[in-house]
């Protein structure tokens, strides 16, 4: 890793607990002309899955959180050679793989540490809450909505931990959502 501090005000994260809509958010936005990186956590788990790898939520938890972490900054990274004069949106950001690495309590690796110091984002962080009806698991979200609830808050604290202002994102229909984002973007 480079050991440099990168602060880029028009990266904005947008995050929250599994299965709060963040995916729908952002292909809203998208569809809006509005650019973001995906989140790489599910193609981590698609990749391993096909290989028969064991980097998985359910299986070498450290790590798949290491793989999490690498494609993180590498997503921030490759941003950087593709500017642009809008907010660029990302389906997570690196301060989540903090989240995950206390949600299953193991240890916080220097790699990590440095990462969340090093590459940051807008102070301002849109989060989802859980939300219940609209909550469904998949063949790469296994989580029941207990642990959605209890990643959020965990997440939450996070992200203030690391002095990012929170925006929680409303319970509405999916446009508003997206007008609510843009509504709310100050770079």
């Not at 956590?41 to 999490?68: C, F, H």
């Not at 590459?119 to 207990?146: A, S």
């Not at 939450?156 to 319970?171: A, G, N, S």
């Amino acid at each position: 890793m480079e050991d440099r501090n990168l602060l880029r005000d028009d990266y904005i994260i947008i995050t929250g607990g599994p299965g709060s809509g963040k995916t729908t958010l952002l292909d809203e936005l998208g569809k809006n002309n509005h650019e973001y990186v995906p989140e790489v956590a599910r193609e981590i788990i698609k990749a391993q899955i096909s290989s028969n790898g064991d980097a998985l939520p359910w299986g070498n938890v450290t790590k798949y959180r290491d793989l999490m972490l690498d494609q993180s900054i590498e997503s921030y990274l490759s941003a950087l050679t593709n500017p642009s004069s809008q907010p660029l949106f990302f389906d997570r950001g690196i301060p989540d793989t903090l989240t995950y690495t206390h949600l299953i309590n193991i240890p916080l690796s220097e790699k990590l540490e440095s990462a969340v110091k090093s590459y940051r984002y807008n102070k301002k962080v849109f989060i989802l809450p859980p939300w219940k009806d609209i909550y469904k698991t998949d063949g790469e979200r296994k989580q029941d909505f207990e642990e959605a609830v209890a990643t959020y808050k965990i997440m939450f604290r996070t992200y203030e931990q690391l002095d990012y202002e929170l925006i929680e994102v409303p319970k509405i229909g999916i446009k508003h959502r997206a007008s609510f984002i843009l509504k709310n973007v100050i770079l």
